[in-house]
């Protein structure tokens, strides 16, 4: 917007961004080019992919073809921490939006802290949660119980991801800048077994019940040491139905948050 010669008001809430192993498809590559971001992929924010592994109803691993590169696995916040300090002459409110109120001439965004602001026209960018309905369509109650491991100093792990189909979901496991390693269980929030939330004990039970996943992060000296309760993080797709109403138009997990 602003290399278009308009004047963006950025209004997001300063707060720290949970890191759970996302990955940055090839094809966003152009997009970071156009915008001078590319370098911004370096060893803090970005961890180049080398491939993709999978165990489906027995031991053995497979390793998927694929007609394009893995992409990066990056680190959210440290990436968009980059992006915004880039972000030069572009007015930044540090406030989060909870509503929003259609006018003939734009819209008007309520902000947390009493505030009203008019626009002539809004992104909306606020993910799965979306303060701007769009008839959103919901399959599923897909979640994941993940956690994040500081590696060993002398670790040495393939930058690949891996994933294990086991009865209830299954387990992804995917490296992370800075030498760290996420883990998680992708299944129904129904499934999820009672107080997993406040037992890391119960999460630990069920990654040593698969057989790839386990040997990955025991071969990466992990889990050591008693296991601290789970993340629990939506994972379900949903898709707006209506990508642009009116002034608003919706991107990002906004308008479509897939799972595969």
Same mark, same amino acid.
Do not use: Y
């Given at each position: +917007?602003?290399?278009?010669?308009?004047? @963006?008001? +950025? /209004?997001? @809430?300063?707060? $720290? /961004?949970? &890191?759970?192993?996302e990955t940055l498809s090839p094809e966003s590559l152009p997009i970071l080019e156009k915008l001078d971001w590319s370098h911004l #992929?370096?060893? $803090?924010?970005?961890?180049?992919g080398e491939d993709r592994f999978s165990v489906w109803g027995d031991p053995a691993l497979r390793r998927s073809p694929s007609v394009e590169p893995p992409g990066h696995h990056i680190d959210r916040a440290a990436l968009e921490t980059e992006m915004a300090y880039t972000l030069s002459g572009v007015e930044h409110l540090f406030a989060k939006a909870t509503g929003i109120e259609h006018r003939p001439d734009g819209v008007a965004i309520k902000l947390d802290d009493g505030q009203t602001i008019e626009a002539p026209a809004l992104i909306d960018c606020t993910g799965r949660t979306a303060i701007t309905s769009g008839n959103r369509?919901?399959?599923? &109650? +897909?979640?994941?119980?993940?956690?994040?491991?500081?590696?060993?100093?002398?670790?040495?792990t393939l930058a690949a991801t891996l994933i294990e189909a086991v009865e209830t979901g299954w387990w992804y496991a995917s490296p992370m800048p800075g030498n760290r390693l996420m883990a998680g269980l992708f299944t129904d929030s129904d499934l999820l077994p009672h107080d997993i939330s406040r037992d890391g004990a119960i999460w630990a039970q #069920? +990654?040593?019940?698969?057989?790839?996943?386990? $040997?990955?992060?025991?071969?990466?000296g992990l889990p050591g $040491?008693?296991? @601290?309760p789970p993340? /629990?993080? @939506? !994972?379900?797709? *949903?898709?707006?139905? &209506?990508?642009?109403? !009116?002034? *608003?138009l919706r991107a990002g997990d906004a308008a479509a948050a897939l799972t595969a």
């Open positions: +917007l602003s290399l278009s010669g308009h004047d @963006p008001l +950025l /209004i997001a @809430p300063d707060h $720290k /961004i949970p &890191n759970r192993g #992929l370096d060893d $803090k924010t970005a961890l180049a369509r919901r399959t599923g &109650n +897909l979640v994941c119980a993940w956690q994040v491991f500081d590696l060993p100093g002398d670790a040495e #069920l +990654l040593a019940g698969t057989d790839a996943t386990h $040997k990955r992060l025991e071969s990466l $040491k008693p296991i @601290p993340q /629990i993080a @939506p !994972a379900t797709t *949903i898709v707006s139905e &209506n990508l642009l109403q !009116a002034r *608003i």
